[in-house]
């Protein structure tokens, strides 16, 4: 019986009935390295695939197939992690296996440049954004403020992302760090945004608070310092004022630039400060013609009431009579002169006081005329 076993085993290796187990690969048979350079390139990167087994020779090239991310179609070109897998196709030695991988064959296209680029554009697009908010108002001191100290803020970002990224040995890793470094940015953007538009509007308010002191402080000039001019003068250039500093703070909640706010601030302006001109000017032509008037009154009374006396001859004091009339005549020039040059100083326009003036001065003069026709200066 023995024999007979012996011999079917026989026949049974020379028939090739009786084969080895095949070999089933693990990564543990295999080196799987970088070749070359992974810094991200536009070019597909590669891997060394050694096999680390020492008593059998490796599958044939043929019967061994790379590929990345459990994915045959993947090509790694585009940064990012790339983990490597391999099949091996059945051979007279090793059993067909798909699949084989290791944490340890996890690797990196890595791509600074490209970060350090997406967060370069990011910022200047983010400028590009605060520069259109900032318009023509970027010489604002607040608004000028706000940008530089963003543009400081934006180097402190890329000085800090550059230094994670730099020492950054994954791609994740980078990503993570572009993707908070734009983030940051565009907060940033956001806030500064936000901050320019209330530093215009606090600007424009500012500019409209100085035409409103100046309108104020020239009413209050017109009514207090020149009360004196006719009052419908004074309203009529109180009305200008006003109506400009309307005007003024129209074109300036609609100025798209500080040109347009200081121009409209500088036509405000101009137009108060000739209002108060004018009214100053008349004022000066109304005191100018007051004083004319007191002057000539004043010398109409003295002429005439030397007229009088010359007329009255020397010694009219003793005759009771003579020195009647001069007295009353007299009298009666200090009681027009009185009444005139307070009339007059009452009066708020330049024409009214030269009439008034000329007036007086006829009927002044005409006391002494009416008294030299008395019967008894006469006789």
Request: hydrophobic share 40%.
């Amino acid at each position: 019986m023995k024999k007979i076993l012996l011999s079917i085993l026989a026949l049974m290796l020379s028939a090739g009935l009786w084969a080895q187990e095949k070999i089933t690969l693990t990564a543990a048979d295999f080196t799987v390295t970088k070749d070359g350079d992974w810094t991200y390139d536009q070019t597909e990167k590669r891997v060394n695939v050694e096999f680390i087994s020492v008593e059998n020779p490796g599958p044939p090239a043929d019967k061994v197939e790379i590929y990345y991310n459990n994915d045959k179609m993947v090509r790694p070109i585009e940064p990012g992690t790339y983990q490597v897998y391999i099949d091996i196709e059945e051979t007279d030695i090793y059993a067909a296996v798909t699949g084989i991988t290791s944490d340890a064959w996890k690797f990196d296209i890595i791509d600074r440049e490209g970060a350090y680029s997406a967060i370069n554009e990011a910022i200047a697009a983010a400028q590009n954004a605060i520069n259109t908010v900032a318009n023509d108002y970027e010489n604002v001191q607040e608004v000028k403020a706000l940008i530089d100290a963003t543009d400081a803020q934006f180097e402190e970002i890329k000085n800090e992302a550059a230094d994670a990224i730099e020492s950054a040995t994954d791609q994740n890793t980078i990503a993570a760090e572009t993707e908070s470094a734009i983030n940051s940015i565009a907060d940033i953007e956001a806030s500064t945004k936000e901050g320019i538009g209330n530093a215009i509007a606090n600007f424009k308010e500012s500019v409209k608070n100085e035409i409103d002191n100046a309108a104020t402080d020239a009413k209050y000039t017109i009514n207090n310092t020149y009360h004196d001019v006719y009052q419908k003068y004074r309203t009529d250039a109180i009305a200008d004022i006003d109506d400009a500093v309307t005007r003024a703070k129209t074109a300036i909640d609609n100025a798209d630039s500080e040109e347009k706010v200081n121009n409209a601030k500088a036509t405000a302006i101009n137009i108060i400060d000739t209002r108060v001109s004018i009214v100053e000017d008349y004022n000066n032509k109304l005191q100018a013609a007051k004083k004319s008037a007191f002057n000539d009154i004043v010398q109409a009374a003295v002429d005439a009431e030397i007229a009088i006396e010359e007329a009255a001859g020397e010694g009219y004091e003793t005759e009771p009579t003579i020195y009647s009339i001069v007295h009353k005549a007299i009298l009666d020039i200090d009681n027009f002169e009185e009444v005139a040059l307070s009339h007059i100083e009452e009066l708020h326009e330049v024409i009214p006081v030269e009439e008034h003036k000329e007036s007086s001065i006829n009927q002044i003069n005409n006391i002494p005329n009416s008294m030299f026709s008395h019967s008894v200066l006469t006789n």
